[in-house]
Protein backbone atom coordinates (compact mmCIF):
# COMPACT_ATOMS: atom_id res chain seq x y z
CA UNK A 1 0.00 0.00 0.00
CA UNK A 2 3.06 2.42 0.76
CA UNK A 3 4.63 1.93 -2.82
CA UNK A 4 1.19 2.71 -4.50
CA UNK A 5 0.40 5.59 -2.56
CA UNK A 6 4.62 7.01 -2.66
CA UNK A 7 4.06 6.34 -6.36
CA UNK A 8 0.87 8.72 -6.69
CA UNK A 9 2.61 11.87 -3.75
CA UNK A 10 -0.06 10.90 -1.63
CA UNK A 11 0.14 10.07 2.09
CA UNK A 12 -2.81 9.58 4.92
CA UNK A 13 -2.40 12.35 7.36
CA UNK A 14 -5.04 10.64 9.73
CA UNK A 15 -7.36 7.48 10.25
CA UNK A 16 -10.63 7.03 12.29
CA UNK A 17 -13.01 7.64 14.02
CA UNK A 18 -11.52 4.53 16.08
CA UNK A 19 -13.06 3.48 19.84
CA UNK A 20 -10.30 3.09 22.72
CA UNK A 21 -11.14 0.93 26.11
CA UNK A 22 -8.47 -0.09 28.56
CA UNK A 23 -7.44 -2.84 26.45
CA UNK A 24 -4.32 -1.95 25.67
CA UNK A 25 -3.04 -4.38 23.30
CA UNK A 26 -6.50 -4.15 21.63
CA UNK A 27 -5.59 -0.41 21.38
CA UNK A 28 -1.95 -1.41 20.47
CA UNK A 29 -3.34 -2.59 17.14
CA UNK A 30 -4.07 0.51 15.89
CA UNK A 31 -1.60 2.34 16.54
CA UNK A 32 0.92 -0.50 14.64
CA UNK A 33 -1.44 0.35 11.42
CA UNK A 34 -0.47 3.63 11.96
CA UNK A 35 2.98 3.26 12.07
CA UNK A 36 2.91 1.00 9.05
CA UNK A 37 0.83 3.30 6.76
CA UNK A 38 2.67 6.85 8.13
CA UNK A 39 -0.57 8.14 9.68
CA UNK A 40 0.48 10.95 12.27
CA UNK A 41 -2.91 11.29 13.60
CA UNK A 42 -6.13 8.69 14.55
CA UNK A 43 -9.23 10.15 15.34
CA UNK A 44 -11.27 8.56 18.11
CA UNK A 45 -13.82 8.11 20.34
CA UNK A 46 -11.84 6.81 23.53
CA UNK A 47 -13.60 5.49 26.61
CA UNK A 48 -13.05 7.01 29.72
CA UNK A 49 -10.62 4.78 30.83
CA UNK A 50 -8.45 4.23 27.99
CA UNK A 51 -6.64 7.41 28.82
CA UNK A 52 -3.26 5.50 30.38
CA UNK A 53 -3.27 2.93 27.70
CA UNK A 54 -3.24 5.73 25.14
CA UNK A 55 -0.55 7.94 26.80
CA UNK A 56 1.62 5.13 26.85
CA UNK A 57 1.06 4.31 23.00
CA UNK A 58 1.39 7.97 22.01
CA UNK A 59 4.36 8.23 23.29
CA UNK A 60 5.90 4.71 22.01
CA UNK A 61 4.95 5.59 18.57
CA UNK A 62 4.64 8.98 18.64
CA UNK A 63 1.07 9.06 16.71
CA UNK A 64 -1.62 11.54 17.86
CA UNK A 65 -4.99 10.86 18.82
CA UNK A 66 -7.65 13.19 17.92
CA UNK A 67 -10.69 12.93 19.84
CA UNK A 68 -13.76 13.21 17.92
CA UNK A 69 -16.64 15.29 19.32
CA UNK A 70 -20.08 13.72 17.93
CA UNK A 71 -22.82 16.38 18.64
CA UNK A 72 -24.89 17.00 21.16
CA UNK A 73 -24.74 14.25 23.72
CA UNK A 74 -22.14 12.89 23.42
CA UNK A 75 -19.27 12.06 25.40
CA UNK A 76 -17.30 14.87 24.22
CA UNK A 77 -19.75 16.99 22.44
CA UNK A 78 -18.36 19.84 24.93
CA UNK A 79 -14.87 21.38 24.26
CA UNK A 80 -14.02 22.14 28.14
CA UNK A 81 -14.98 18.55 28.83
CA UNK A 82 -12.76 17.33 26.35
CA UNK A 83 -10.25 18.98 27.89
CA UNK A 84 -10.85 17.77 31.46
CA UNK A 85 -10.56 14.20 29.93
CA UNK A 86 -6.97 15.04 28.63
CA UNK A 87 -5.69 17.26 31.58
CA UNK A 88 -2.48 15.55 33.05
CA UNK A 89 -1.97 13.47 29.64
CA UNK A 90 0.19 13.52 26.89
CA UNK A 91 0.06 16.40 24.77
CA UNK A 92 -0.31 14.11 21.78
CA UNK A 93 -3.67 13.23 23.05
CA UNK A 94 -5.68 15.74 21.59
CA UNK A 95 -8.84 16.83 19.52
CA UNK A 96 -10.54 16.25 15.86
CA UNK A 97 -13.15 18.81 15.56
CA UNK A 98 -16.02 18.13 13.53
CA UNK A 99 -17.04 22.05 13.01
CA UNK A 100 -20.91 20.68 12.11
CA UNK A 101 -21.20 19.29 15.30
CA UNK A 102 -20.35 22.25 17.46
CA UNK A 103 -22.62 24.05 15.28
CA UNK A 104 -25.30 21.56 16.55
CA UNK A 105 -24.36 21.85 19.87
CA UNK A 106 -24.55 25.55 20.08
CA UNK A 107 -21.03 26.01 20.32
CA UNK A 108 -19.31 28.78 18.41
CA UNK A 109 -16.42 26.71 16.10
CA UNK A 110 -13.94 29.57 16.32
CA UNK A 111 -13.87 29.57 19.52
CA UNK A 112 -13.49 26.31 19.69
CA UNK A 113 -10.31 26.31 18.03
CA UNK A 114 -8.78 28.61 20.35
CA UNK A 115 -10.20 26.91 23.25
CA UNK A 116 -8.45 23.35 21.98
CA UNK A 117 -5.28 25.52 20.76
CA UNK A 118 -2.26 23.23 20.25
CA UNK A 119 -3.92 20.05 21.30
CA UNK A 120 -6.53 20.62 17.79
CA UNK A 121 -5.03 18.08 15.26
CA UNK A 122 -8.01 17.63 13.26
CA UNK A 123 -10.60 19.72 11.59
CA UNK A 124 -14.03 17.96 10.03
CA UNK A 125 -14.76 21.43 7.73
CA UNK A 126 -18.49 21.20 7.87
CA UNK A 127 -21.95 24.03 8.22
CA UNK A 128 -25.37 23.06 8.91
CA UNK A 129 -28.26 25.37 8.67
CA UNK A 130 -29.58 25.84 12.11
CA UNK A 131 -27.66 25.54 15.53
CA UNK A 132 -29.62 22.71 16.52
CA UNK A 133 -29.44 18.74 17.04
CA UNK A 134 -31.54 17.99 13.78
CA UNK A 135 -30.72 20.10 11.15
CA UNK A 136 -29.81 20.15 7.45
CA UNK A 137 -26.00 20.52 6.30
CA UNK A 138 -25.53 23.14 3.38
CA UNK A 139 -22.96 24.01 1.49
CA UNK A 140 -19.66 25.63 3.19
CA UNK A 141 -20.53 29.36 4.27
CA UNK A 142 -23.97 29.09 3.77
CA UNK A 143 -24.86 28.21 7.66
CA UNK A 144 -23.68 29.12 11.04
CA UNK A 145 -19.68 27.95 9.96
CA UNK A 146 -17.50 31.13 9.74
CA UNK A 147 -15.25 29.69 7.56
CA UNK A 148 -12.57 32.93 7.58
CA UNK A 149 -12.92 33.10 11.21
CA UNK A 150 -12.00 29.27 11.62
CA UNK A 151 -8.74 29.62 9.16
CA UNK A 152 -7.93 32.64 11.08
CA UNK A 153 -7.55 30.96 13.95
CA UNK A 154 -5.96 27.85 12.68
CA UNK A 155 -3.44 30.26 11.83
CA UNK A 156 -3.01 31.86 15.18
CA UNK A 157 -2.77 28.73 16.89
CA UNK A 158 -0.57 26.95 14.62
CA UNK A 159 -2.21 23.92 13.87
CA UNK A 160 0.02 21.59 12.44
CA UNK A 161 1.20 21.01 8.92
CA UNK A 162 0.83 17.25 9.26
CA UNK A 163 -2.58 17.54 10.68
CA UNK A 164 -6.05 16.50 9.23
CA UNK A 165 -7.75 19.13 7.60
CA UNK A 166 -10.88 17.49 5.42
CA UNK A 167 -14.15 18.70 4.19
CA UNK A 168 -17.12 16.03 5.55
CA UNK A 169 -20.15 16.87 3.21
CA UNK A 170 -23.31 14.44 3.90
CA UNK A 171 -26.03 16.00 2.14
CA UNK A 172 -27.15 15.16 -1.91
CA UNK A 173 -26.11 11.56 -1.47
CA UNK A 174 -27.25 10.71 -4.97
CA UNK A 175 -25.30 13.27 -6.66
CA UNK A 176 -22.93 14.91 -4.51
CA UNK A 177 -20.39 16.00 -6.67
CA UNK A 178 -21.40 19.72 -7.35
CA UNK A 179 -22.04 20.35 -3.87
CA UNK A 180 -18.07 19.19 -2.90
CA UNK A 181 -16.96 21.02 -5.76
CA UNK A 182 -18.75 24.56 -4.02
CA UNK A 183 -17.70 23.52 -0.68
CA UNK A 184 -14.12 23.10 -1.76
CA UNK A 185 -13.82 26.26 -3.42
CA UNK A 186 -15.58 28.24 -0.68
CA UNK A 187 -12.81 26.82 0.99
CA UNK A 188 -10.09 27.73 -0.78
CA UNK A 189 -11.37 31.36 -1.55
CA UNK A 190 -11.43 31.82 2.74
CA UNK A 191 -7.94 30.28 2.91
CA UNK A 192 -7.09 32.28 0.59
CA UNK A 193 -7.96 35.64 1.99
CA UNK A 194 -6.95 34.83 5.04
CA UNK A 195 -3.51 33.78 4.00
CA UNK A 196 -3.48 37.20 2.12
CA UNK A 197 -4.16 39.01 5.43
Do not use: W
Amino acid sequence: MNAKLSQRDISISAHGVESFSSDHQANETFFKFAKKAGIRNISANPQPDSFESLNRLVAQYNIRIAIHNHGPGALYDSPLDGLKAVAGYDKRIGFCADLGHYIRSGVDPVEVVYQLGDRLYGIHLKDFAEQKKNTKGVILGRGHLDLDGVFKALKKIGFPADGALSLEYEENPENPMDDIRACLQVAAESAQRVARG
